[in-house]
């Protein structure tokens, strides 16, 4: 998927100068999740040091979420959400999670959560009751699919095309972590159109999203109900694949767990529990079993890896084995390419392109079944023809070249037993209380995550996560812990290699239109130039890396426009 022409074709300062025409729709600079955190300014220069400073450093930041959790939990919105969902599911409707890159990942995991806790508790018919729709569908968990977020009209195509789309009764739930996500905005709108309770949930002050045109529209329609979950700035400058997603992970997912014990006819977990044990959480991650855990794993990837600058082979690949958190995993691994430019995973009949630098494999079942056990259902590829991408007003290159998505070309990407796609440095085993035989699996390395999780095999590393864990439908808390430590170590582990300057993703990807914004606001915080020679520095990197060789394209423009203007070229 590319962007549009005026930023496909021409020259640089063409690109550049049509952007700009753009530019206000998507200058978000003033967003606070687009905005560096105090606490880990120096995290560049800590990690190059001290891994588990570095994650000490990060965890500063999740200390912004329980207030947030606690002043939500007892909101009208967050009640008004819960509701909607148990009268839903009483009523025979439906509860519609959407989003897109981070956001839709969480929107899968939601669906996954559900699904599985319907089969555990024997209600496997009821699984399809809550959907998830993904920008780009679920291609978009391995590899993220480039500009499908800003267009309003795609959001509108998946969500109407999912069992006939939205109806009275049903419960959509837009989620977008800046919340100016134009394929997003485009699901609540078909959600309100629809006559379904509509909910948008996101993580920037109302104030400061008035000046978005799209955001300001959605806000002051009380047709919706809206959930702010503003946390702050997150760790990283712009990556809301951390604190703000997880936010949203832990209120609504306890929104989700709560409606379920409520249909099912099990004991409700109190609200307080959940807020309880969310505590509990961040305090066993700050324990010094646990951050040792993480830096140590971040220190080995980064060791594998190599540093910026002293890589002169490809680098040592880690491949993850996991089960139950197999979703989470992969997840974590997939947002590593946008952040920081890395490979993204390959599909089997790409043995040319280069390798991602971690992958994640279920090491029970082939490659299909290991999807739909993921995933908890059957995988949904997206079949849009070149017909559908000119009804929609695409861009004229997308209609001469449409992405893939279709099922096929997931399966293509082997998630499953087969055998592995190259080498791999290590073998690290992401373990959860109860998975034995998973602990049995040949590794280097485990990280056992919960109390009671099982030992691994004889001469592996044991790392330990020393979190206490309630047991409810749904393990949510398992999946907040997952979570948190997992963006920790592979921030950490990028930080330590050279991928960040400071607080900041220099290798960040531009691959849709927020993106190249960030890029260059990027520049600006490190060169001092003004918005619009940072604009064009970008472009001329975006450029000459069109004209590169695959290894060398697959890098980040922004951190070639930054060394070319510290080289003083």
Not at 302 to 311: D, H, M, P, S, T
Request: proline residues 5%; charged residues 25%; negative net charge.
């Amino acid at each position: 998927m590319a962007l549009e022409p005026a930023l496909t074709a021409s020259t640089a300062a063409d690109r550049a100068a049509a952007f700009l025409k753009r530019a206000a729709d998507f200058q978000l600079g003033h967003l606070v999740t687009e905005s560096p955190h105090d606490a880990t300014r120096e995290l560049s220069e800590v990690a190059a040091t001290d891994a588990a400073g570095a994650i000490r450093l990060l965890q500063r930041v999740d200390r912004d979420l329980p207030a947030v959790l606690r002043a939500t939990a007892a909101s009208a919105g967050y009640a008004a959400l819960e509701a909607a969902m148990a009268k839903s599911l009483a009523g025979g409707g439906r509860i519609f999670f959407m989003g897109c890159g981070a956001t839709g990942r969480l929107s899968i995991l939601l669906e996954a959560m559900w699904s599985k806790a319907c089969a555990s508790a024997g209600r496997g018919d009821a699984a399809g009751r809550v959907a998830s729709v993904m920008a780009g569908g679920d291609f978009a968990l391995i590899k993220s699919v480039e500009g499908f977020e800003d267009f309003e009209v795609f959001g509108r195509r998946q969500i109407g095309e999912h069992d006939g789309g939205p109806r009275p009764g049903d419960t959509v739930v837009a989620i977008t972590e800046g919340g100016e996500t134009t394929f997003v905005i485009g699901t609540a709108w078909a959600g309100v159109e629809a006559g379904a309770k509509t909910f948008f949930v996101y993580n920037n002050p109302d104030e400061r999203l008035e000046p978005v045109e799209r955001s300001r529209r959605v806000i002051a329609d009380d047709r919706i109900t809206k959930l702010n979950l503003t946390t702050g700035c997150m760790a990283v400058a712009g990556s809301t694949r951390m604190q703000a997603t997880t936010i949203q992970l832990a209120v609504v997912g306890m929104a989700l767990e709560r409606s379920f014990a409520q249909w099912a006819g099990v004991e409700v977990t109190p609200i307080e529990a959940y807020l309880a044990q969310f505590d509990r959480l961040l305090d066993g991650l700050e324990g010094a079993s646990s951050v040792g855990a993480m830096a140590e794993l971040a220190a080995m990837e980064a060791q594998l890896y190599g540093r910026e600058g002293e890589r002169a082979v490809a680098p040592g690949r880690v491949l993850y084995l996991a089960d139950e958190l197999l979703l989470d995993v992969m997840t974590d691994t997939t947002e590593r390419s946008p952040t920081f430019s890395l490979p993204a995973f390959r599909p089997k009949d790409r043995p040319g392109d280069p390798a991602s630098w971690s992958f994640v494999k279920d090491p029970f079942r082939p490659t299909p079944q290991a999807w739909d056990r993921l995933l908890g259902r059957p995988l949904r590829g997206l079949d849009w023809t070149v017909d559908d991408y000119r009804a929609m007003g695409a861009p004229a290159d997308v209609i001469a070249n449409p992405p893939r998505l279709d099922k096929a070309t997931v399966h293509g990407f082997e998630i499953g037993h087969e055998p592995n796609d190259g080498a791999f440095a290590a073998t690290v085993a992401l373990v959860a209380p109860g998975e034995a035989e998973l602990a049995a699996r040949p590794h280097d390395v485990m990280l056992r995550i919960g109390a009671g999780a099982p030992m691994g095999a004889d001469g592996a590393r044991q790392l330990v996560m020393d979190v206490a864990l309630d047991e409810t439908p749904m393990r949510l808390g398992l999946h907040l812990a997952a979570k948190v430590a997992l963006n920790a170590v592979s921030t950490a582990s990028m930080a330590i290699i050279g991928r960040l300057s400071g607080n900041w993703m220099v290798h960040v990807r531009c691959s849709n239109l927020k993106l190249i914004d960030r890029g260059i606001r990027l520049l600006i915080d490190q060169t001092g130039l003004s918005y619009e020679d940072a604009c064009g520095l970008l472009f001329e990197a975006i450029v000459e890396l069109e004209g590169a060789s695959a290894e060398e394209a697959a890098g980040s423009p922004v951190a070639r426009a930054l060394a070319k203007h510290r080289a003083g070229a």
